[in-house]
């Protein structure tokens, strides 16, 4: 039944890419401090199973961008000895809801403040919703700047078949999580890559592809953004 539920979701999950961008980049900066006093930022959105993860080690690996992951910033803090967050991190995690900002948020610029200056950070699953963006606004404003937004646009379908067979033991990555997280995903999330597609800042690849060819395109989407 669930199955069904799921594929029937899919089928009118229509608004996963966007049509091809021709854009010129401008740069969103927050504050007035030079682009060496910020944190040099690439917001990294897709639906879960789309390659965030996979993509952004690679690119840390090559590119000399550091990784950091939401997803596991929020793991992690969900299973720290003492954290008062842990409770209502599960249970956005195990109902495909987002977390409030101001957790998440904190979390990734703690993480960026002892990574020192990298020359640039990978923020893989964030911003995920209205919430994300405005305490992000908020929070970083005179302290990051976006360089682009990454988004790996993935037939859903496909999605979900590399979430079962991720096989790393989450509590998410099953059909009835998946289903609210793939409502998360079309409600609250691709609007928010709508949103910044409108400042031209959105850099599409498609992630259905094998990784290498994936990761052959997002590398040309670096080469050009560096070369600016
Ligand atoms: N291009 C690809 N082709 C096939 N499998 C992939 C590809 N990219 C990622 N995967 C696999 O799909 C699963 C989800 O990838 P992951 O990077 O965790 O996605 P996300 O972070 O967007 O949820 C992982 O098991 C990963 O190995
Ligand atoms: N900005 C974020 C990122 C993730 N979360 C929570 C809710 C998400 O469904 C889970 C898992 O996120 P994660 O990015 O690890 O998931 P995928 O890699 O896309 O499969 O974490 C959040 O509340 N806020
Ligand atoms: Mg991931």
Redesign the pocket.
Known sequence: MLAFALHALIRSSHRLSLSTLHSTRQSVSFGTLTRNDMHNVVFVL?????G??TICAKIQENLNYVHL????L??AERQREGSEFGAL?ES??KN????P?EI?CSLLENAMKACGDAKGFLV??????ED?LQGWNKQMDGKALVQFVLFLSCPVSICIER?LN?GQG?T??NEE?LKK?VE??NQQTFPIIEHFEKSGLVREVKSERPVDVVYADVEKVFDAANKK
Do not use: E, M, Q, W
């Not at 897709?46 to 789309?50: D, I, R, V």
């Not at 992951?69 to 596991?72: K, M, N, P, R, T």
């Open positions: 897709g639906p879960p199973g789309s965030k993860g992951s939401a997803g596991d929020l793991r991190i956005h995690i495909g809801s987002i977390v900002v998440t893989d699953g964030f911003p995920r919703n994300n979430c991720r989450r998410d990555d999580s997280r998360t995903y």
